[in-house]
């Protein structure tokens, strides 16, 4: 079904060459979590999980640069028993979603992107005044921004963690030259090495020696049940190491959002969705006159709580915020899943 050239994910490259129980074994299985589904796009194919009550409200996750969406896997399952109907997605390029070619990882890509998860579901997330809310981590802050400045007659709340789009300064090695102009570089594996470099992982060395001439065995069958609730415990460092030896368009993908992604200078994303939340405009829309929650890692070195709470300040009167802190770095999210739930979930009955 792509219209485009791409990359296929691990789905494709790794699960059908090993065996079920290999497959189970690995740090971020393919049946990671309830409700897993594959999805044919036109950029490629995606991986999609739905769970929770059918009728319960609905709750999106866009995940960050780096991890996949098994870092909201703790906070997503929380909201599930709760009542809610909870949905997660790979960005293009992570976890088992292919990296699409010929075209720019931008925000258009990502923000196109849940409009393709939507429409997966067997049930309608979309139209007749039918409302989600959204949760998004890093550069899926912004992106869950452009989608709700598109469409805020479908968004009932946003939550924000660490978010991107207003980073007064990049992280180490966001800035080196061979991350926006990769057609400098004297190799493809000069440019592997940089990624390596900023996402701190090891070199590749693949326990899984899959031969490019070997006959894959009987795939996992993705039309199998996952768990019936997240019960695993996930390491998103391992998952991250994971993902470099064995998603082969990772390390485009990461590259490529690093140049054309959202991560800074992306006021107009959030001043069209503050300006909603503050009541200034679309009266039509469940932000309108509302709250935006947003959390944020007490060391966190790459998203500083102080300075975006600054910059978010300037767009967005001080009664129309709510702002938490957590501890850890930016990979605060997984760590305090339970805390962040509870602040959700009172946030929203409030």
């Known amino acids: 079904m792509a219209l485009t050239n791409n990359i296929s994910s691990p789905q494709a490259t790794l699960i059908p060459f090993i065996t079920t129980e290999e497959a189970a074994l690995l740090v971020y299985p393919p049946n990671a979590l309830p409700g897993a589904r594959n999805v044919d796009t036109f950029y490629g194919t995606m991986r999609v999980y739905e769970w929770g009550p059918e009728s319960g409200e609905k709750v999106l996750f866009v995940h960050g640069d780096a991890t996949p969406c098994l870092v909201f896997s703790n906070i997503a399952q929380g909201l599930a028993d709760a009542g809610y109907r909870v949905m997660l997605f790979d960005l293009w390029g992570r976890g088992y979603s292919d990296t699409p070619l010929n075209c720019r990882h931008d925000v258009r890509l990502f923000s196109s992107q849940i ?12 139209g007749n005044g039918i409302k989600f809310s959204i949760v998004g981590f890093s550069l899926g802050g912004p992106i869950s921004l452009s989608f709700a400045g598109a469409f805020p007659e479908a968004i009932q709340s946003m939550v924000l963690l660490g978010p ?11 800035e080196d030259r061979l991350m926006h102009h990769p057609e400098t570089a004297p190799s493809h594996d000069a440019i592997r090495e940089k990624v ?5 992982v090891n070199p590749s060395s693949s326990p ?12 996992l069958d993705m039309n199998l049940p996952g768990p019936p609730r997240v019960e695993k415990t996930f390491d998103m460092g391992a998952i991250l190491q994971w993902q470099f ?31 909603i939340i503050a009541g200034r405009t679309r009266p039509d829309s469940a932000l309108h006159n509302s709250k935006l929650l947003v959390f944020f890692g007490r060391d966190d070195n790459v998203v500083i709580g102080e300075e975006t709470t600054e910059d978010i300040l300037k767009l967005l009167p001080s009664r129309h915020l709510q702002v938490e802190y957590v501890p850890g770095g930016h990979g605060f999210p997984y760590p305090n899943s339970q805390e962040i739930t509870q602040i959700i979930l009172s946030f929203w009955q409030s």
């Not at 991107?164 to 966001?174: D, F, H, K, Q, V």
């Not at 390596?196 to 701190?200: D, H, N, V, Y």
């Not at 899959?210 to 009987?218: A, F, G, S, T």
């Not at 064995?246 to 069209?272: A, C, M, N, Y």
Request: charged letters at 25%; aromatic letters at 8%; proline letters at 8%.
């Open 115 to 126: 409009l393709l998860t939507l429409a997966s579901s067997p049930i309608s997330w979309l």
């Open 164 to 174: 991107a789009g207003l980073l007064r300064n990049l992280p180490e090695g966001y």
């Open 196 to 200: 390596r470099q900023i996402l701190e």
């Open 208 to 219: 899984l020696n899959i031969r490019p001439d070997q006959k894959p065995v009987l795939p």
């Open 245 to 275: 030896d064995h998603h082969h368009g990772h390390v485009h993908s990461f590259q490529d959002t690093i140049r054309f992604g959202p991560l800074r200078g992306r006021e107009d994303l959030w001043e069209k969705v503050c300006d």
